[in-house]
Every structure is written in C-alpha cells, then in structure tokens.
C-alpha cells in the first residue's frame, strides 16, 4: 500500500466537507468519520465510530461499499455501512482503477484504520455556525 500523504488528505478533506458545520475527524490511512452531532472529545468518539464500522467483515454489511467518483477532487469516496465514515482513494493509489478495485481498496484502508485507530486531523467546527 502507497503512504499517505497526510497534507493532501487534510486538504482534500477540507475541500469536500466545506460545510463550515461539520466536525471531522482524519485517520491515518484516509478514512474520515464526520461527526454530525459531537460531543465531547471529537477524536475519542470518531475513533469509537471507526472501531465499530470501520474493520471488514466478509459476509456482512461490514464487507459492503460503495463508490463515489469526486468531481471537486481527484480520486474516489469509498462508503461504507455507516454513512459518517468514508475513506478517499488517490488517483494514483489503485493500479486497477476500475471501481470493484476501487473500493476493494479503499474498504482495505478503512479497515486498517478501524483497526489501528490512528487520528492524524481533527477539525472541531462546533461554535464555528454560531459565529457565522
């Protein structure tokens, strides 16, 4: 598997979750866990989201994705069973661009990253709505 490059990511991330009420929490390996109601410590309970939807499955809903081809960005979303976590496949990432590999690859990285829980972003966008 390609290293991520953390910047991108959180630059991609921005780009498609614009909404300036939208917390977001950015693992390792790509997955994003957005977070429509917060509380308390947005990484901890992204990170309890990601633990439960985030590992594979095979056979079950947890096995299942979709495809989402960006238009604001290159590359691909990568759904799940859980429409708060998504995970973002480069351009560059898959040899195989076809969208079976597609999301066989990104469902690979979501489950490294539920399964290895490691928070690199964090964007906390409570009070942010009240302000504008």
Same mark, same amino acid.
């Given at each position: 598997m390609i290293a991520v490059n953390t910047e991108?990511?959180? #630059?991609v991330w921005q780009r498609l979750l614009a909404d300036p009420r939208k917390s977001w929490v950015l693992f390792e390996h790509g997955t994003c866990v957005v977070l429509t109601t917060p509380?308390? *410590?947005? %990484? *901890? $309970? %992204? %990170? %309890?989201?990601? *633990?439960e939807f985030g590992p594979v499955h095979a056979g079950s809903l947890a096995g299942d994705f979709g495809v989402i081809d960006l238009k604001d960005a *290159?590359?691909?979303?990568? =759904?799940? @069973? @859980?429409n708060d976590v998504l =995970?973002?496949?480069g351009p560059d990432e898959p $040899?195989? $661009?076809s969208e079976i590999a597609v999301g066989l690859f990104g469902r690979s990285k979501r489950h490294?990253?539920?399964t290895e829980l @490691?928070?690199? @972003?964090?964007? #906390?966008?409570?009070?942010?709505?009240d302000s504008a």
């Open positions: 991108m990511l959180i #630059d509380e308390g *410590e947005p %990484a *901890e $309970q %992204a %990170a %309890a989201l990601l *633990e *290159e590359g691909w979303i990568v =759904t799940g @069973h @859980h =995970t973002y496949v $040899q195989d $661009q490294r990253d539920g @490691h928070v690199v @972003h964090v964007e #906390d966008k409570r009070g942010s709505a």
